[in-house]
């Protein structure tokens, strides 16, 4: 049973170029979350999905950054026009319900993004 | 606004020892707390939990105690080992807090030989 995985594990990119980061959940599990961490920061949540649904994007910043979890494939991270500010490592979370209950997060190896 | 926090960004133990780290939030309707360990290059993984009906939960070696008045929890690790050292997390989800699980900023945890 693959855990949740994340691609790439690395990814560079120049300022104003795009980002694309995926992840596909564990089997069964039909929540998808995404965080960052900032150098020498916690987790900061970004963005919770279920297939097809966006239900809560209150920690996405407003503009450059969307995500989507299709019916068929990965969950999707995307960034445009990519700032150095952007650099960081995100992650990618599921868990086979809500964030409600006990449930807990299974999380994937990360995607480290480096913007020159 | 960090509503959940890890005061220390580091702790030291010696092998054999008891490693003890510390969280504190500050939202009352948090009733589901967690802990995650994070080695470099890697995903946080889960490590134990505790419900809010409780105030201790014991799993092996680890241990987690929640104090709920002084919106406290702790981990205790006893006896350390040196394959204990990574950066802990605590996390922390609510039924009426939406669907976020809230995390501190985690404590390095170096245990040594």
């Known amino acids: 049973n693959a855990g949740v995985m994340q691609n790439p594990r690395h990814l560079v990119r120049r300022r104003g170029q795009e980002a694309r980061l995926r992840c596909s959940p564990m089997?069964?599990?039909?929540?998808v979350y995404w965080y960052r961490q900032l150098p020498e920061e916690g987790l900061k949540f970004m963005v919770y999905?279920?297939?097809?649904?966006?239900?809560?994007e209150s920690g996405m910043p407003k503009e450059r950054f969307s995500a989507e979890f299709p019916k068929e494939g990965p969950s999707i991270l995307r960034i445009q026009q990519v700032v150095r500010g952007d650099s960081a490592a995100y992650f990618c979370?599921?868990?086979?319900?809500?964030?409600?209950?006990?449930?807990?997060?299974?999380f994937g190896s990360g995607t480290q993004l480096s913007v020159l | 606004d960090q509503q959940v926090k890890q005061n220390s960004p580091s702790l030291s133990v010696q092998e054999g020892r008891i490693s003890i780290l510390n969280c504190d939030y500050t939202?009352?309707?948090?009733?589901?707390f967690l802990w995650y360990k994070k080695y470099p290059a890697e995903g946080p993984t889960f490590l134990i939990s505790i419900s809010s009906i409780k105030d201790k939960n014991e799993d092996g070696r680890f241990t987690v105690f929640l104090n709920k008045s002084a919106k406290h929890l702790s981990l205790h690790i006893v006896p350390s080992q040196p394959g204990d050292s990574a950066v802990y997390f605590c996390?922390?989800?609510?039924?009426?807090?939406?669907?976020?699980?809230?995390f501190g900023t985690g404590t390095s945890l170096t245990v040594i030989p």
């Open positions: 939202n009352s309707m948090f009733d589901y």
């Open positions: 089997k069964g599990h039909s929540h």
């Open positions: 999905l279920q297939k097809e649904n966006i239900i809560d």
């Open positions: 996390a922390a989800s609510g039924a009426s807090t939406g669907n976020q699980f809230y």
């Open positions: 979370a599921s868990s086979p319900g809500q964030a409600v209950g006990g449930e807990k997060l299974f």
